[in-house]
């Protein structure tokens, strides 16, 4: 329901980025009768959530976050995913805003913004699908979906995660749905550049030799997404930009896959979404004249 008099005003975030020195304001009034919020889109910064999920051997090698120089760093064996500079500034934009890290304090920022649920994305995890050569796959999205699910699952019924499943082992993608599935994940989420298979092959999403991973999907319920965000921009002119047009732009690439590849024909049941990636190119498919 819609109320075309209803303006929602929050002077403080009108005009300027979010910053960890905004102040929430408390509501005016509410939304109009049967109104109901939910955000499809929305992220938390992931805390240093793996080294204790790596088995023993593996713990040198597992992500680490921590905050340094200003601002939010997650490294691989003690390399950087982003330029410090750019590090700080998403600190300052968005990353050290208390919500996006503190359940109790995104609770109240969802009060205060009159959203009821939210669908919860990762924020640097994105970073590792396009990290070189990605190490320890498995180790690495199964601890960051136990991750997750504790944190949506401290949300009091508001917040719902969305996961990795396996993607590029097809004999253990049924085992890692429902393993996924049974977290409690809301929505799948695979890399719109996906790397290599499990037999060192490129991942082709059109290629029948993925077709246990759409079975499974599809037989779970539960949407697959594509997200942009795995190119991280630099301080380059016109480097944000390019960042956005060539992520979506990816999203035609695996439109095409999925739908010339045959895809959607052998799995009728598979939902697909695109999420940040603009309607003016997307086709309009429907049986039912309009």
């Given at each position: 329901?819609?109320?075309?008099?209803?303006?929602?005003?929050?002077?403080?975030?009108?005009?300027?980025?979010?910053?960890?020195?905004?102040?929430?304001?408390?509501?005016?009034?509410p939304?109009?009768?049967?109104?109901?919020i939910?955000?499809?889109?929305?992220?938390?910064?992931?805390?240093d959530?793996?080294?204790?999920?790596?088995p023993?051997?593996?713990?040198?090698?597992?992500?680490?976050?921590?905050?340094?120089?200003?601002?939010?760093?997650?490294?691989?064996?003690?390399?950087?995913?982003?330029?410090?500079?750019?590090?700080?500034?998403l600190?300052?934009s968005?990353?050290?805003?208390?919500?996006?890290?503190?359940?109790?304090?995104?609770?109240?920022?969802?009060?205060v913004?009159?959203?009821?649920?939210?669908?919860?994305?990762?924020?640097?995890?994105?970073?590792?699908?396009?990290?070189g050569?990605?190490?320890n796959?498995?180790?690495?999205?199964?601890a960051?979906?136990?991750?997750?699910?504790?944190?949506?699952?401290?949300?009091?019924?508001?917040?719902?995660p969305?996961?990795?499943?396996?993607?590029?082992?097809?004999?253990?993608?049924?085992?890692?749905?429902?393993?996924?599935?049974?977290?409690?994940?809301?929505?799948?989420?695979?890399?719109?550049?996906?790397?290599?298979?499990?037999?060192?092959?490129?991942?082709?999403?059109?290629?029948?030799?993925?077709?246990p991973?759409?079975?499974?999907?599809?037989?779970?319920?539960?949407?697959?997404?594509?997200h942009?965000?795995?190119?991280?921009?630099?301080?380059?002119?016109?480097?944000?930009?390019?960042?956005v047009?060539?992520?979506?732009?990816?999203?035609?690439?695996?439109?095409?896959?999925?739908?010339?590849?045959?895809?959607?024909?052998?799995?009728?049941?598979?939902?697909?979404?695109?999420?940040?990636?603009?309607?003016?190119?997307?086709?309009?498919?429907?049986?039912?004249?309009?």
């Amino acid at each position: 329901m819609a109320d075309d008099a209803f303006v929602l005003e929050i002077p403080e975030m009108v005009g300027i980025a979010l910053s960890p020195q905004r102040k929430a304001q408390a509501a005016t009034r509410p939304w109009p009768a049967g109104t109901v919020i939910i955000s499809a889109d929305s992220h938390m910064l992931e805390p240093d959530c793996w080294v204790d999920r790596f088995p023993e051997h593996l713990k040198s090698e597992a992500p680490r976050m921590e905050f340094r120089d200003g601002g939010y760093q997650l490294t691989v064996n003690g390399k950087a995913m982003t330029p410090p500079a750019i590090a700080a500034g998403l600190c300052t934009s968005l990353e050290c805003t208390p919500g996006f890290t503190d359940i109790e304090a995104r609770l109240a920022d969802l009060d205060v913004e009159g959203v009821e649920k939210e669908l919860i994305f990762p924020q640097r995890l994105f970073g590792l699908y396009m990290f070189g050569k990605m190490m320890n796959r498995p180790e690495t999205f199964a601890a960051y979906n136990e991750h997750i699910a504790e944190a949506c699952a401290a949300g009091r019924g508001r917040l719902f995660p969305v996961m990795v499943p396996n993607y590029w082992d097809p004999a253990l993608a049924k085992q890692s749905v429902d393993r996924c599935q049974a977290l409690g994940a809301r929505c799948l989420m695979v890399p719109i550049k996906p790397g290599d298979d499990v037999d060192g092959e490129p991942i082709q999403y059109s290629n029948p030799k993925l077709d246990p991973l759409w079975d499974a999907v599809a037989q779970s319920g539960i949407p697959l997404c594509f997200h942009i965000g795995e190119a991280i921009p630099t301080a380059a002119p016109g480097a944000a930009g390019t960042f956005v047009l060539t992520q979506m732009q990816g999203f035609r690439h695996i439109w095409g896959q999925l739908t010339f590849g045959g895809v959607f024909d052998r799995f009728p049941k598979l939902k697909v979404v695109f999420v940040e990636g603009g309607i003016c190119w997307l086709p309009r498919c429907s049986t039912t004249p309009t």
